[in-house]
């Protein structure tokens, strides 16, 4: 059974910096992607960060430049580290993965359809 298992949420004032890890269990081999995901009180769910096996990462306009999205293959855990932080980051934070037999190609990976297994998410609250 795939776990997820999010932490490194808090609050920070705007400007700082949080890095969010996933650790993920129950895979027998790497899956092809997976990703960062948020949604604030009262918006939808959006898509924040992906990353594929290949090393190709995608990441939602407002978040280019300040968010980085990693992965350490060996701990199995993935990475999000966030800097210049903004009030609007404000949210909770999920991390997201899929089978391992199912590949990225042609797949639209900032949306939550693409995914199977969720994590139970971290919130980040950032201040003015």
């Known amino acids: 059974q795939v776990q997820l298992v999010e932490s490194g949420g808090g609050s920070v004032q705007a400007g700082g910096s949080l890095t969010l890890s996933c650790a993920t269990s129950?895979?027998?081999?790497?899956?092809?992607?997976m990703g960062w995901f948020r949604q604030a009180p009262g918006k939808e769910r959006e898509g924040v960060a992906a990353?594929?096996?290949?090393?190709?990462?995608i990441y939602v306009d407002s978040v280019k430049g300040r968010f980085t999205i990693s992965r350490d293959n060996a701990k199995n855990t993935l990475f999000l580290e966030m800097s210049s932080l903004k009030p609007e980051d404000t949210a909770m934070y999920y991390c997201?993965?899929?089978?391992?037999?199912?590949?990225?190609?042609?797949?639209?990976?900032?949306?939550?359809?693409?995914?199977?297994?969720w994590g139970q998410g971290t919130q980040v609250t950032v201040s003015s």
């Open positions: 997201a993965a899929a089978p391992s037999y199912i590949s990225y190609v042609g797949r639209p990976l900032l949306v939550d359809r693409s995914y199977r297994y």
């Open positions: 129950g895979y027998t081999s790497n899956t092809e992607y």
């Open positions: 990353l594929t096996s290949g090393g190709t990462t």
